[in-house]
C-alpha cells in the first residue's frame, strides 16, 4: 500500500510541475508532452496492475475452465469398478492432460497390462496373431470378426497397417506394403488385453514424476492439507506449478478412499492466455481512458479557436450539406483533423447515395414480395376455380343417380369417374397444404439421411409397367451409395414429379436418360427424356402454379394433372437450398437437381 502511496505521490509533483511549464511552451511542445504523459501513464499503470494481479486473475481463469470438466471426470472414475482406462484416455486427450493413479503413500499405481493388444484367430489355417491397438476409438469384442493387414513389431507382436470389421475400416495407417513385409488376414477375436489405466504412458513423464515428488513430500511433511479445498462429495487439494518450463495447474483427488488420482495440466494454450489477456486488459483500457479524458480538459483551451472552425463545418454536415470543406492547415494537428472532416463529408455524401441505391433495392424487393402476394392470391383463386369443375361433376353425377336419370348399368362407370375427380380434389388439396407448410417459418424438414441412388431406382422399378407399356428405352448412370440428408418424403415427391413428367411428355418409343452421382460435395441429379421439347416461351411459366403445358395425347398417363405438381417441386427445392431447373437439349428436356450432400 506505500509502495502505490509513494506513486501518486510522484504523478501529483509530475502534474503540477506540467502544468507550469505548458504556460510557456508552445502548442506542438504542449501536445507532445501530454501524449508523452498519456501513454506513460498508461503503460505504467499496466505494468503494475499485471505484475501485481495478472498471475492470480490468469490462474483462476485456468481454474474455472478445467475444473467443471475434471470433476465430471473424478465422479465418473469414482463409480467405475478399477477399469479406468477409457475415462482415462478420453479425459487426457480431449484436455491436453495428464492422469494417474497413486496409492496412499502417493506412488504410482502398476496396471494389470501395459500395452493394448487383441489377438485373432486366422480362420484358414487356424494361427492366432496378436497386434498393438493403435487408438481408442472402437471397442474390440471377443467374437468380432476382423480382416488385418499387418507387419512385425516385435517377437510376439505386431503393428496393424489397415483393421476393417465387415465393411467398415477401423484403422488405416496409409503405410505402403507388399507381401514380403506384411500378412493379411481374416479372422475372430480371442482376446483382448486392455490395461486397467494409463499409468504406463503418463509414469515416466518428467512433468509428472516432478509434481509426484512434490505431493509425496508435502505429504510427508503433513502440509498438503494447506491446499485442500472444496470439490464436492470428493476430497481434493489442488496447485499451481511453475518449476518447469511451462506452467501447469495440478489436482490430487480420491479415489475410492483409498487410492488418489493427480491430474497435471500445462495452462501454456495461446488461445486461452490470448482471451484471458483480452478480457483482463478491459480494466486496464478502461484506466487509461479515464486518464487520456482527464488530460484532455487541459488541450481544450490550446486548440479551441481552429476546433471551432472545423465545428462550424461539422455543423453544415450534420444539416446534411456534405459539399463544405475546413481548411485550417496551421498544424500538422489542425490538418489532419480538417483532412478528417473532409472525409467524413465525403463518406458520408457517398453513404447517402448508397442508401438512396439501397432504398431503390429495398422498393424493388418490397414488389417482388407484392408480386409473391398476388401470386398466392391467384393461387387460391385457382384452387377455387380447379375444385369447382369436379365439384360440380361430383353433384351432377350423384344427383343423376337419386334421380335415376342415369341408367343402372352405367352407375359403376359414373361413380368411378366420381371417385377419380374426389381423388385428384384430395391429392390437389394435398399439394397445396404441403406448399402452405413449406412457406410457413415455423414449419421445420424432417431431415434424414437416405440413399438416393437406391431411391432413384425404386422410382425406375415402380414405373417399370408405364415404361415397357410404351417402349421407352432407360439409360440408367446411377453411381451407389449416394448419401443425401433432407427430407426423403418431400423429395420422394420431387422425383415422382419428374419421373411422371418424363414419362408423360416422352412419344412412344423415345428414349430416358437418369443419371445419380456424387460431385465434389455435392449429389446430382438428372432426369432427361427425348423426343419432345418445350417452347422456350414456355420454360419460365412451367414453375407458376396451375400452368399446364398442352399436349395432345390418348395415353391415360399423359392426361393433364393439377398444374401445381412442380411449383409444389421449386418451393420443396428451394426449402433444401438446392440448385435446380428443367430446359431444353438436343431433341429433349432435361430436369435436374443438385444439393449438398451429406457431411461426415
Given at each position: 500500500?506505500?509502495?502505490?502511496?509513494?506513486?501518486?505521490?510522484?504523478?501529483?509533483?509530475?502534474?503540477?510541475?506540467?502544468?507550469?511549464?505548458?504556460?510557456?511552451?508552445?502548442?506542438?511542445?504542449?501536445?507532445?508532452?501530454?501524449?508523452?504523459?498519456?501513454f506513460?501513464?498508461?503503460?505504467?499503470?499496466?505494468?503494475?496492475?499485471?505484475?501485481?494481479?495478472?498471475?492470480?486473475?490468469?490462474?483462476?481463469?485456468?481454474?474455472?475452465?478445467?475444473?467443471?470438466?475434471?470433476?465430471?471426470?473424478?465422479?465418473?472414475?469414482?463409480?467405475?469398478?478399477?477399469?479406468?482406462?477409457?475415462?482415462?484416455?478420453?479425459?487426457?486427450?480431449?484436455?491436453?492432460?495428464?492422469s494417474?493413479?497413486?496409492?496412499?503413500?502417493?506412488?504410482?499405481?502398476?496396471?494389470?497390462?501395459?500395452?493394448?493388444?487383441?489377438?485373432?484367430r486366422?480362420?484358414?489355417?487356424?494361427?492366432?496373431?496378436?497386434?498393438?491397438?493403435?487408438?481408442?476409438?472402437?471397442?474390440y469384442?471377443?467374437?468380432?470378426?476382423?480382416?488385418?493387414?499387418?507387419?512385425?513389431?516385435?517377437?510376439?507382436?505386431?503393428?496393424?497397417?489397415?483393421?476393417?470389421?465387415?465393411?467398415?475400416?477401423?484403422?488405416?495407417?496409409?503405410?505402403?506394403?507388399?507381401?514380403?513385409?506384411?500378412?493379411?488376414?481374416?479372422?475372430?477375436?480371442?482376446?483382448?488385453?486392455?490395461?486397467?489405466?494409463?499409468?504406463?504412458?503418463?509414469?515416466?513423464?518428467?512433468?509428472?514424476?516432478?509434481?509426484?515428488?512434490?505431493?509425496?513430500?508435502?505429504?510427508?511433511?503433513?502440509?498438503?492439507?494447506?491446499?485442500?479445498?472444496?470439490?464436492?462429495?470428493?476430497?481434493?487439494?489442488?496447485?499451481?506449478?511453475?518449476?518447469g518450463?511451462?506452467d501447469?495447474?495440478?489436482?490430487?483427488?480420491?479415489?475410492?478412499t483409498?487410492?488418489?488420482?493427480?491430474?497435471?495440466?500445462p495452462?501454456?494454450?495461446?488461445?486461452?492466455?490470448?482471451?484471458?489477456?483480452?478480457?483482463?486488459?478491459?480494466?486496464?483500457?478502461?484506466?487509461?481512458?479515464?486518464i487520456?479524458?482527464?488530460?484532455?480538459?487541459r488541450?481544450?483551451?490550446?486548440?479551441?479557436?481552429?476546433?471551432?472552425?472545423?465545428?462550424?463545418?461539422?455543423?453544415?454536415?450534420?444539416?446534411?450539406?456534405?459539399?463544405?470543406?475546413?481548411?485550417?492547415?496551421?498544424?500538422?494537428?489542425?490538418?489532419s483533423?480538417s483532412?478528417?472532416?473532409?472525409?467524413?463529408?465525403?463518406?458520408?455524401?457517398?453513404t447517402?447515395?448508397?442508401?438512396?441505391?439501397?432504398?431503390?433495392?429495398?422498393?424493388?424487393?418490397?414488389?417482388?414480395?407484392?408480386?409473391?402476394?398476388?401470386?398466392?392470391?391467384?393461387?387460391?383463386?385457382?384452387?377455387?376455380?380447379e375444385?369447382?369443375?369436379p365439384?360440380?361433376?361430383?353433384?351432377v353425377?350423384?344427383?343423376?343417380?337419386?334421380?335415376?336419370?342415369?341408367?343402372?348399368?352405367?352407375?359403376?362407370?359414373?361413380?368411378?369417374?366420381?371417385?377419380?375427380?374426389?381423388?385428384?380434389?384430395?391429392?390437389?388439396?394435398?399439394?397445396?397444404?404441403?406448399i402452405?407448410?413449406?412457406?410457413?417459418?415455423?414449419?421445420?424438414?424432417?431431415?434424414s439421411?437416405?440413399?438416393?441412388a437406391?431411391?432413384?431406382?425404386?422410382?425406375?422399378?415402380?414405373?417399370?409397367?408405364?415404361?415397357?407399356?410404351?417402349?421407352?428405352?432407360?439409360?440408367?448412370?446411377?453411381?451407389?451409395?449416394?448419401?443425401?440428408?433432407?427430407?426423403?418424403?418431400?423429395?420422394?415427391?420431387?422425383?415422382?414429379?419428374?419421373f411422371?413428367?418424363?414419362?408423360?411428355?416422352?412419344p412412344?418409343?423415345?428414349?430416358?436418360?437418369?443419371?445419380?452421382?456424387?460431385?465434389?460435395?455435392?449429389?446430382?441429379?438428372?432426369?432427361?427424356?427425348?423426343?419432345?421439347?418445350?417452347?422456350?416461351?414456355?420454360?419460365?411459366?412451367?414453375?407458376?402454379?396451375?400452368?399446364?403445358?398442352?399436349r395432345?395425347?390418348p395415353?391415360?398417363?399423359?392426361?393433364k394433372?393439377?398444374?401445381?405438381?412442380?411449383?409444389?417441386?421449386s418451393?420443396?427445392?428451394?426449402?433444401?437450398?438446392?440448385?435446380?431447373?428443367?430446359?431444353?437439349?438436343?431433341?429433349?428436356?432435361?430436369?435436374?437437381?443438385?444439393?449438398?450432400?451429406?457431411?461426415?
Amino acid at each position: 500500500m506505500k509502495r502505490f502511496e509513494r506513486i501518486g505521490e510522484v504523478f501529483k509533483k509530475l502534474f503540477a510541475f506540467l502544468t507550469r511549464s505548458f504556460k510557456a511552451r508552445s502548442i506542438s511542445t504542449q501536445l507532445i508532452i501530454t501524449i508523452i504523459l498519456i501513454f506513460s501513464s498508461f503503460f505504467v499503470l499496466q505494468s503494475i496492475l499485471n505484475s501485481a494481479f495478472f498471475r492470480n486473475y490468469y490462474t483462476e481463469q485456468e481454474f474455472d475452465r478445467v475444473h467443471s470438466n475434471l470433476m465430471t471426470y473424478i465422479n465418473s472414475m469414482n463409480e467405475n469398478n478399477n477399469d479406468y482406462y477409457d475415462e482415462m484416455y478420453e479425459y487426457t486427450t480431449e484436455n491436453n492432460a495428464y492422469s494417474v493413479i497413486v496409492t496412499g503413500q502417493y506412488r504410482v499405481l502398476n496396471s494389470s497390462f501395459t500395452d493394448y493388444t487383441v489377438s485373432v484367430r486366422d480362420t484358414t489355417n487356424d494361427t492366432l496373431y496378436t497386434f498393438l491397438v493403435p487408438n481408442n476409438d472402437h471397442e474390440y469384442v471377443v467374437g468380432d470378426t476382423l480382416t488385418l493387414t499387418l507387419y512385425d513389431y516385435n517377437d510376439t507382436l505386431y503393428s496393424p497397417a489397415l483393421i476393417r470389421e465387415n465393411s467398415t475400416t477401423l484403422f488405416n495407417s496409409n503405410i505402403n506394403c507388399d507381401e514380403e513385409t506384411c500378412l493379411t488376414l481374416t479372422g475372430e477375436v480371442t482376446e483382448v488385453h486392455k490395461p486397467n489405466n494409463l499409468n504406463y504412458l503418463f509414469d515416466d513423464n518428467l512433468l509428472v514424476q516432478r509434481e509426484i515428488s512434490k505431493i509425496y513430500n508435502l505429504w510427508l511433511n503433513d502440509e498438503l492439507d494447506d491446499y485442500g479445498y472444496d470439490s464436492g462429495s470428493v476430497e481434493g487439494f489442488w496447485y499451481r506449478s511453475s518449476d518447469g518450463p511451462v506452467d501447469t495447474l495440478v489436482f490430487v483427488h480420491n479415489l475410492k478412499t483409498w487410492n488418489w488420482i493427480v491430474t497435471v495440466i500445462p495452462i501454456v494454450d495461446t488461445n486461452d492466455i490470448i482471451d484471458i489477456v483480452g478480457n483482463y486488459n478491459y480494466y486496464v483500457y478502461a484506466t487509461a481512458i479515464v486518464i487520456i479524458a482527464i488530460w484532455s480538459f487541459r488541450l481544450s483551451g490550446i486548440i479551441s479557436k481552429p476546433i471551432k472552425n472545423i465545428e462550424l463545418v461539422a455543423r453544415e454536415i450534420a444539416q446534411l450539406n456534405f459539399n463544405v470543406e475546413a481548411h485550417e492547415y496551421n498544424n500538422r494537428e489542425n490538418e489532419s483533423l480538417s483532412k478528417s472532416i473532409n472525409l467524413i463529408a465525403k463518406n458520408l455524401r457517398e453513404t447517402l447515395e448508397t442508401i438512396n441505391r439501397k432504398n431503390k433495392e429495398l422498393t424493388e424487393l418490397y414488389e417482388e414480395q407484392s408480386k409473391q402476394v398476388t401470386l398466392k392470391k391467384q393461387l387460391v383463386s385457382s384452387i377455387s376455380h380447379e375444385l369447382k369443375t369436379p365439384l360440380m361433376i361430383m353433384q351432377v353425377t350423384i344427383q343423376g343417380i337419386l334421380d335415376d336419370i342415369i341408367a343402372a348399368g352405367d352407375r359403376d362407370k359414373e361413380l368411378h369417374n366420381v371417385l377419380d375427380e374426389i381423388n385428384k380434389s384430395s391429392m390437389m388439396i394435398q399439394d397445396m397444404l404441403q406448399i402452405y407448410r413449406l412457406d410457413d417459418a415455423n414449419s421445420e424438414l424432417e431431415i434424414s439421411e437416405f440413399d438416393l441412388a437406391q431411391t432413384v431406382r425404386f422410382f425406375v422399378n415402380d414405373f417399370d409397367n408405364a415404361i415397357r407399356k410404351y417402349n421407352l428405352e432407360v439409360d440408367i448412370n446411377c453411381q451407389d451409395d449416394v448419401r443425401v440428408e433432407a427430407d426423403e418424403k418431400l423429395i420422394k415427391r420431387v422425383l415422382s414429379n419428374f419421373f411422371t413428367n418424363a414419362i408423360k411428355y416422352t412419344p412412344v418409343g423415345g428414349s430416358l436418360y437418369l443419371e445419380v452421382s456424387e460431385q465434389d460435395d455435392q449429389v446430382y441429379f438428372e432426369l432427361t427424356n427425348y423426343g419432345a421439347t418445350i417452347h422456350e416461351e414456355e420454360i419460365d411459366k412451367i414453375w407458376l402454379p396451375f400452368y399446364r403445358i398442352d399436349r395432345d395425347d390418348p395415353n391415360p398417363l399423359k392426361t393433364k394433372g393439377s398444374g401445381i405438381g412442380l411449383y409444389l417441386v421449386s418451393e420443396i427445392l428451394k426449402a433444401h437450398n438446392a440448385e435446380f431447373g428443367i430446359h431444353n437439349v438436343t431433341n429433349g428436356v432435361k430436369a435436374y437437381f443438385r444439393m449438398n450432400k451429406k457431411t461426415e
